[in-house]
């Protein structure tokens, strides 16, 4: 069964280094998204990636973040600069859009970022 | 405000009890998802209602999009341990995101 990986599984960085989040969504996926969970906190949405550019993203995803899509299957989020409060799950998703009434989101098993 | 609220919270219950869950919004939506996360994973999708009113059956899970398509419940009959983790609602956000709610975190004990 197809399945969105992210790599790597748990990063430690320390405060103030970049860190380069990889995700390999499903392949004939068109929609692509970032989200982060802060430990027992809710999930939350960081940036939306379609046709190759952004095309929405949250107040979280400030000039520290950024995300591309280098050869049309990896899908990165980079933060640039840690601070400790980046510390959370990142969630990669992806979708393929069906009817406007019913698309569905599938999701990798995370990376958890470690500031410290 | 959220534009989706999920209730209770936290549920503690004991292995064969039914329960219930609700994700409530004030908005319309064409569509709901709920999924369902465990500890150190991401939230795995459960089921997708998209007609108001409509129930769907999974096993012992039952999900209902209200008649307005502005709630959802979900119920578990005769709860077992491995139904514990975190139940949570989202919405497509005219497709530009996905939006969650804050979950409710059940605990089936043995």
């Known amino acids: 069964e197809p399945e969105v990986t992210q790599t790597p599984s748990h990063q430690v960085t320390q405060m103030g280094q970049e860190v380069i989040l990889r995700c390999v969504p499903i392949?004939?996926?068109?929609?692509f998204y970032w989200y982060r969970q802060i430990l027992g906190q809710k999930v939350e949405f960081l940036v939306s990636?379609?046709?190759?550019?952004?095309?929405?993203k949250s107040e979280i995803f400030d000039d520290q973040f950024s995300v591309e899509r280098p050869d049309g299957s990896n899908f990165t989020l980079k933060i640039r600069s840690t601070k400790l409060e980046d510390s959370a799950m990142y969630f990669c998703a992806s979708i393929i859009p069906g009817s406007t009434l019913n698309t569905e989101a599938f999701f990798g098993q995370g990376t958890r970022l470690t500031v410290v | 405000t959220q534009l989706l609220e999920q209730s209770p919270q936290f549920l503690s219950i004991q292995e064969g009890e039914n329960l219930t869950v609700y994700c409530n919004s004030s908005s319309v939506f064409s569509s709901l998802q709920w999924y369902r996360q465990e500890p150190g994973e991401g939230p795995v999708l459960l089921v997708t209602?998209?007609?108001?009113?409509e129930v769907k059956k999974l096993k012992r899970l039952t999900f209902q999009f209200g008649d307005a398509r502005k709630d959802s419940s979900l119920h578990i009959t005769a709860a077992q341990p491995g139904d514990t983790g975190l139940y949570l609602c989202a919405v497509d956000n005219y497709g530009q995101n996905f939006v969650f709610g804050p979950g409710t975190r059940l605990s089936v004990l043995p």
């Open positions: 990636f379609y046709n190759n550019e952004i095309s929405e």
């Open positions: 209602v998209v007609t108001g009113g």
């Open positions: 392949s004939n996926h068109l929609y």
